[in-house]
C-alpha cells in the first residue's frame, strides 16, 4: 500500500515559478516508478511527467518539456516537480501518481497504481 499527499500548489502570475512535492506512505517508494499528470476542468486527465524509480531516467510532455523538471529523493520519499515559465495553460489540478513499471515509461494513467489527491495550479495571465 502507498499513500501519496501532494503540497505546494497555488495561485502564481504567468511566467513565475512553483514547486510541487508528493509525499510518499509505505516502504515501498523507492521501488516505484512516479508520475505527475494534470487534469483541467472539462478535460482528460494528461501525462506531465514520468521518472524511473533510481531517478535515472526522466520523461517529459512536449508542452512542458524546457520548463518542468521532476526529480525524487528516496531517502525522503519524495518525488517533487519543479515547474517554471508557468502558462494560463498550465493551470490544473496536479496529481503524483505511483506505477509498479520495471521497464518502459509511464505515460499512460492506467499504468500507475496509486494516486494523491491532487493540488490546484491556476496560473493567471
Known amino acids: 500500500q502507498v499513500q501519496l499527499v501532494e503540497s505546494g500548489g497555488g495561485l502564481v502570475q504567468a511566467g513565475g515559478s512553483l514547486r510541487l512535492s508528493c509525499a510518499a506512505s509505505?516502504?515501498?517508494?523507492?521501488?516505484?516508478?512516479m508520475g505527475w499528470f494534470r487534469q483541467a476542468p472539462g478535460k482528460e486527465r494528461e501525462f506531465v511527467a514520468y521518472?524511473?524509480?533510481?531517478?535515472?531516467?526522466?520523461y517529459y510532455a512536449d508542452s512542458v518539456k524546457g520548463r518542468f523538471t521532476i526529480a525524487r529523493d528516496n531517502a525522503k520519499n519524495t518525488v517533487y516537480l519543479q515547474m517554471n515559465s508557468l502558462k494560463p495553460e498550465d493551470t490544473a489540478v496536479y496529481y503524483c501518481?505511483?506505477?509498479?513499471?520495471?521497464?518502459?515509461?509511464?505515460?499512460?494513467?492506467?499504468?500507475?497504481?496509486?494516486w494523491g489527491q491532487g493540488t490546484q495550479v491556476t496560473v493567471s495571465s
Open positions: 509505505g516502504r515501498t517508494f523507492s521501488n516505484r516508478a
Open positions: 521518472i524511473s524509480r533510481s531517478g535515472i531516467t526522466t
Open positions: 501518481a505511483a506505477s509498479p513499471l520495471m521497464i518502459g515509461i509511464g505515460k499512460e494513467p492506467n499504468a500507475y497504481d496509486y
